[in-house]
């Protein structure tokens, strides 16, 4: 939940972008992605990656060098990642409330918010916040990389203030 994305995972998303694009198994973007690492070092990484064909394929990736606290289990659609998490608990909530009604946007928002708790991400824990910053993005067909059905981000928040209820405030409008 706290992003610290650098200019070599913009390049990974790119190329993983192009290959979904494709319509590519999930599996084989991992694979591909991991393979031509923009940084050259696919250890520091971690991936899901969820297509809704053929009732739905999953993959994942957690490269080994993602520090010790990594948890990830999957669900029918979705793959639940963490890393510098505390505990599992709040995953489960994620899952949880992913599993209710609504829109995909909406069941997104929902994991969110159940992440939303200090320790989530244990890097923000001295911020007294869940993560440093929040976003989702939701494509549809035909959607460009610029211009997505969805793309709300909240980056920066002063102090304190929670970047998932920032970004829930963005959403509710």
């Known amino acids: 939940m706290c992003s610290y994305t650098g200019i070599m995972a913009f390049g990974n998303q790119n190329y993983a972008r192009q290959l979904m694009d494709r319509r590519l198994p999930p599996q084989e973007i991992i694979d591909s992605v991991t ?3 923009a940084g050259g ?18 993959a994942g990736y957690t490269g080994v060098n993602c520090l010790s606290t990594r948890i990830t289990f999957w669900d029918q659609r979705m793959p639940f990642r ?7 608990q709040f995953l489960i909530r994620c899952r949880q409330d ?17 992440a ?26 035909g959607d460009t990389l610029g211009v ?12 304190g203030r929670e970047p998932i209820d920032s ?6 409008l």
């Open 98 to 114: 992913f599993s209710g009604r609504g829109s995909l946007s909406d069941k997104l928002m929902a994991a969110l918010q159940g």
């Open 116 to 141: 939303n708790v200090v320790g989530a991400d244990t890097r923000c824990a001295s911020w007294m916040t869940s993560s440093k910053s929040a976003f989702i993005r939701v494509a549809k067909p």
């Open 41 to 58: 070092n696919p250890t520091v990484r971690q991936y899901g990656i969820v297509d809704l064909l053929n009732g739905g394929r999953t």
């Open 148 to 159: 997505l059905h969805l793309n709300l981000k909240v980056l920066i928040t002063p102090f």
């Open 82 to 88: 963490a890393t510098f998490s505390a505990d599992s």
């Open 35 to 37: 393979a031509r690492d």
């Open 167 to 172: 970004l829930q405030s963005l959403y509710n």
